[in-house]
């Protein structure tokens, strides 16, 4: 059974940083590209960024967060974090961590989503 676990999240104010990290369990890790996505109150979930099987030398980001954001991965602990930055009122959403397939290219975490966490609450007041 696999199992993606947020944590991480919290209030924050603008400015701020924040690091979320996600444990994976019930999946060959290193094996599977995996992601964030958010979904801000009342709108559409969309993918943050995305990181590459393997050693995570690819990655994606949204326009919106590029420059403040960065995502990692450590496969030995089975763990990826998304690292936070200069956050702003408008990052506030539930943060979720996803997994595309198996030796899947990096869009699948947005394309073909496999496997989802239950989601991290992350606000920052202005």
């Known amino acids: 059974q696999v199992q993606l676990v947020e944590s991480g999240g919290g209030l924050v104010q603008a400015g701020d940083s924040l690091r979320l990290s996600c444990a994976a369990s019930?999946?060959?890790?290193?094996?599977?590209?995996m992601g964030w996505f958010r979904q801000p109150p009342g709108k559409e979930r969309d993918i943050v960024a995305a990181?590459?099987?393997?050693?995570?030398?690819?990655?994606h980001y949204a326009d919106s967060v590029k420059g403040r954001f960065t995502i990692s991965r450590d496969n030995a602990q089975r763990m990826v974090y998304l690292q936070m930055n200069s956050l702003k009122p408008e990052d506030t959403a539930i943060y979720y961590c996803?997994?595309?397939?198996?030796?899947?290219?990096?869009?699948?975490?947005?394309?073909?989503?496999?496997?989802w966490g239950q989601g991290t609450p992350v606000t920052v007041s202005s």
């Open positions: 996803a997994a595309g397939g198996q030796y899947d290219e990096i869009m699948a975490v947005s394309t073909r989503t496999q496997y």
């Open positions: 990181i590459g099987w393997g050693h995570g030398s690819i990655t």
């Open positions: 019930g999946l060959a890790f290193g094996q599977y590209p």
